[in-house]
């Protein structure tokens, strides 16, 4: 039974230290400032949402990490749910709130999967100037904000399965 609790305990370390550096990476002031994303809730959001995307895209079909990215999916989760709380929402309002917010991560996550799994910047930036920019930003904007996807996607295939699976996403080249 202890080792059993040592092992769940060992897992959510690992699940938090890389929430922790995807966090990170997502608060990046150049997303913000060169990628136009607003420096609001919603911008964080979705600065938040590209990050989570990209090392969910990382893990794919690979069966030894398909397990950590679920934690990692019921963490993100977990966080956006705090932060609502935090933001004053109400808890007979939490649920709504956070299925609409879940319905836009997957809607996002389907617009920018085949892109960035092509290459495809141009369409990349479309669906980055569509759903993160929210319409709003620039040609140039988007396109910042594709090449940087397009980067931290070569960089996290770089990385081994024992760095992700030992909780690190340092060696990825992702600058900070």
């Known amino acids: 039974m ?11 370390e690992i699940v938090d230290d890389l929430y922790a550096g995807i966090v ?3 608060r990046r002031p150049v997303l913000f400032t060169e990628g136009g994303l607003p420096d609001t809730v919603m911008g964080r959001f979705e600065s938040l949402c590209i990050s989570v995307f990209l090392f969910l895209a990382r893990c794919g079909d690979d069966a030894a990490l398909k397990p950590l990215a679920q934690d990692l999916v019921d963490r993100f989760i977990l966080d956006v749910e705090d932060s609502i709380r935090e933001l004053g929402i109400g808890d007979v309002s939490v649920p709504k709130r956070m299925r609409k917010l879940a319905g836009m991560f997957y809607e996002r996550v389907a617009a920018y999967d085949a892109p960035l799994g092509t290459g495809d910047q141009a369409a990349l930036a ?17 396109a910042h904000l594709a090449r940087d996807m397009n980067e931290r996607h070569q960089a996290y295939g770089r990385l081994s399965n024992a760095a992700i699976l030992a909780g690190r996403l340092d060696g990825a080249g992702v600058t900070l």
């Open 24 to 26: 990170e990476t997502s």
């Open 126 to 142: 479309t669906a980055l100037r569509r759903f993160a920019l929210a319409g709003a930003g620039t040609t140039e904007q988007a």
């Open 2 to 12: 202890l080792k059993r609790w040592k092992a769940l305990s060992r897992n959510r």
